[in-house]
DNA sequence: CTGAAAGCGCTAACAT
DNA sequence: ATGTTAGCGCTTTCAG
């Protein structure tokens, strides 16, 4: 048997002993259970204070079959977007008892499939958001990981509940600010190739160029971070566009931040876009007009269907897109000049 | 005994079953302990592999004592500075097989005391980040919850690691930058004042005073976030000073958007420094002079110390002082004129 | 209403 | 080298 050190950490042994009853009873009357003795409550609930009691929760895990913890797996601990989900379901859940367990996959999407099989192991259930996982294993791991509940991705079982961003109709609506701006040059600033976040927001633009064959509409690789905005700016320029539509927030603001430093004013020159509303957009000089996606609600809903697979709470609708809301702020403006195509 | 749905979890005893040998061998095989007959290990194996077993996490770590699983609680997860510990700890303890759980005291102190126990007990161990607990609860928690690490808190237990940043120097640094550039009013953006960090800067500030009698130093309360900041523009302009120390990076950040919304010019008007150096500092407007913090290298000391105090690993160092490191960036600048006071 | 005892899934003595 | 068995700390039937 496992003792590390020599102190040994009162059970509920030590409490019956103490005040003279069975483990049962410490048992009851440790989880409120109905029928017992007031006399016998009163000297074990003394008995557990005089000896700092508190139930292991392993040992009561292994009884119960539940640990009261769910696992949160997301690709990258790095980024305001999955910070803001890990907040939104650790605070939910910890109103409700649950302990939030974190499986950061670095971006590692060929650890995906195992980190979320552990923490299943570990816990009652998990909250999966794997973008770049490939669907094939994806679909392959749904069974064994259940209760689960998605995010931003969707399934074809209808068990797993999943919350998804439209970002497609965010780009459209971003792109549609602009062009009511008078912009007719734009220029997207893609995202990770295989991101399922990416693919939706280049299906939204092929609608938005259906809708708007007058508008000249490039595409440029970029990436989902500061430096992949930053480095593009010049790339930016030489397309000639007066419009940005960056793949999210950090990618608009390297691109701020580079475009700044060649000189070119913003929105003056150009008009620049982000894209998820993450606290700091609202503090970029100029601040940054984007489509704001409620991320913490996001999390805080994940954690509400989670609770419903695991038998708490109430019945609520398994499927759910959440809109995001364009945010018109300074980073945007109307266009100088109509380019001459 | 619990049994959520019909379909029962596969167990070590049906690999038994099915291998055809007793629970302690596939015990052995599963965790490669030696000794173990090639031709019954490989049964084992294969009838593991058939019914796709995994043994339960809660049943081991009630035999084991242990459930590789260490709790971290920070006082706000929508803090980048607790994000980026938190971040830190979480890859090196995943190195090492470790999981990470979160308690999030939602700036809750009160809070604070009853959620580090509570980690504690589902736990190995646990770090603690709590800035604003009082020094007589924080001493009265520590023992129960051995074996702990403690960030940016100091305790006369010595067995207790202890992870500080010196606050102190960092702002001395940035303060001295400011001098060098001509500088002689400033005004410090003071952050919460039961914070050890706050504190630890205030002392810093009188050293400088000591040191640098010709500089006029003010300070202002505000706070530790964005809206701190940004609200604290009016006040700042009010004091005449051409140099600001924000709190840290949040709150300069915030100063720099409402000072441009006043139109003030960064630098040229006022020089603004931040604290942290988290990712975004490099990308405002002008790039935020700060005081860099090596905070996922702090995560993950923090992890090494523990998992010394677990008992594997080589011994370490168990007090550690972090120095930051100034940023030299684009939101600090000559003074325009010396300012006659 | 209470206590004795079985069992949650696994590991580690202890025999064999 | 393998099987038997006794726990790990707790909950919950099941008798009384």
Redesign the pocket.
């Given at each position: 048997?496992?003792r590390k050190t020599a102190n040994?950490?009162v059970?509920?042994?030590d409490v019956a002993q103490r005040a003279?009853?069975?483990?049962?009873?410490?048992?009851?009357v440790?989880?409120g259970?109905?029928?017992?003795?007031p006399?016998?409550?009163a000297r074990v609930r003394a008995a557990a204070a005089e000896l700092n009691?508190?139930?292991?929760a392993?040992?009561?895990s292994?009884?119960?079959?539940k640990t009261d913890t769910i696992g949160i797996v997301v690709p990258d601990l790095a980024n305001p977007t999955f910070q803001g989900m890990l907040r939104g379901v650790s605070r939910a859940a910890a109103q409700d008892g649950y302990r939030v367990l974190i499986a950061d996959s670095s971006e590692v999407s060929s650890e995906e499939s195992i980190l979320a099989g552990e923490a299943r192991r570990r816990c009652d259930g998990v909250v999966l958001c794997a973008p770049r996982m490939n669907e094939a294993e994806l679909e392959a791991l749904l069974p064994s990981l259940q209760p689960l509940v998605l995010i931003n991705r969707s399934t074809a079982d209808t068990q797993t509940p999943s919350l998804v961003v439209d970002y497609g109709q965010g780009i459209q609506d971003l792109a549609a600010h602009l062009v009511e701006l008078g912009h007719t040059r734009l220029v997207f600033l893609a995202g990770p190739e295989r991101s399922a976040g990416n693919q939706a927001r280049l299906q939204g633009l092929e609608k938005f160029r259906v809708d708007h064959p007058e508008v000249e509409l490039t595409t440029l690789p970029a990436g989902s971070s500061f430096e992949a905005g930053h480095v593009s700016a010049v790339a930016v320029l030489a397309t000639g566009a007066t419009g940005v539509l960056a793949f999210n927030d950090l990618v608009a603001m390297g691109l701020l931040s580079g475009l700044h430093e060649r000189g070119v004013d913003v929105p003056g020159d150009i008009s620049v876009t982000g894209f998820d509303d993450i606290p700091f957009a609202n503090y970029t000089t100029p601040p940054l007009t984007t489509a704001a996606v409620a991320i913490n609600d996001i999390g805080e809903q994940a954690w509400h269907e989670l609770r419903q697979l695991l038998g708490d709470g109430d019945p609520e609708p398994a499927h759910t897109t959440f809109q995001p809301e364009l945010k018109r702020r300074g980073s945007t403006g109307r266009v100088k000049k109509p380019t001459l195509s």
């Open positions: 048997m496992a040994r950490r059970g509920i042994t003279g009853v069975s483990l049962a009873s410490v048992s009851r440790m989880n259970n109905f029928s017992v003795d006399d016998i409550a009691y508190h139930p292991n392993v040992g009561r292994l009884a119960l079959g």
